[in-house]
């Protein structure tokens, strides 16, 4: 951002400035007018600045805040990390499983063996036992692969937030990189403004002094006389 303000003319040529100094110097006004002077004129001037720099050290805090709560969103997203193990086998489950066929196919050889032979009787027990212990078997499988599935979404939920908090954290130091080398430029700016202010003022002040000086011992003189 740079000033629609410009310098007045006597401030930009040093002879100008130094002609007001010395007419200032012999005249009976003090320094202090001028000087207020050159001080509003840079103050006008670099207000644009002052102004960017207050908008980066903002944006830098504002940064530091993001930055912040994205490290804690990873250590808290860390500490609720998924293990990678698979889950178990229903070992209990299937051992249920094959001993509720057994009973079943126990049942049946009972209670049809009084109604057919029992070659027949232990056919069908067997058919009752297998039908029930391939569908015991499945029911497990299939909560097995169900437990596989949620823990593989939620591998993928916890991947996938915890890929785009890296580029957010990554993201937020570039740009707060940026902020600071853009603050250091402009400060650099206004210290070199404030220093030329300076100098200017140390030169209105040495030729002020060195006016009203003569001035001085020229009034001697005619006092003497």
């Given amino acids: 951002m740079q000033s629609a303000y410009t310098l007045p003319l006597w401030l930009t040529d040093e002879q100008i400035l130094r002609d007001e100094a010395v007419l200032f110097g012999l005249s009976e006004s003090p320094p202090d007018e001028k000087i207020a002077a ?11 600045l002052e102004k960017q ?18 490290d804690s969103q990873l250590t808290n997203l860390k ?20 001993l509720a066929s057994l009973l079943l196919c126990a049942g049946t050889y009972l209670g049809t063996l009084w109604l057919v032979d029992a070659p027949l009787a232990l056919l069908m027990a067997g058919l009752a036992g297998a039908g029930a212990g391939v569908g015991f078997l499945l029911m497990s499988l299939a909560g097995y692969k169900s437990a596989l599935a949620r823990n593989a979404f939620r591998e993928q939920q916890y991947n996938e937030t915890h890929r785009q908090l890296l580029t957010d954290r990554t993201n937020g130091q570039l740009e707060k990189q940026t902020q600071i080398e853009q603050l250091y430029k402009v400060e650099a700016a206004l210290n070199q403004q404030q220093a030329h202010r300076d100098w200017l003022i140390r030169l209105f002040n040495s030729e002020f002094d060195l006016a009203r000086s003569l001035r001085h011992q020229v009034r001697g003189q005619y006092i003497d006389l």
């Avoid at 050159?38 to 644009?48: E, G, N, V």
């Avoid at 720099?53 to 994205?70: D, R, S, W």
């Avoid at 990678?84 to 051992?95: D, V, Y």
């Fill in 38 to 48: 050159i001080r509003s004129a840079f103050a006008a001037l670099t207000a644009p």
């Fill in 53 to 70: 720099i207050e908008q980066h050290h903002e944006a830098i805090g504002n940064l530091n805040l993001l930055l912040e709560i994205t």
């Fill in 79 to 98: 500490s609720d990390a998924p293990s990678g193990t698979l889950p178990n086998w229903p070992i209990g489950q299937f051992l249920l499983s094959l």
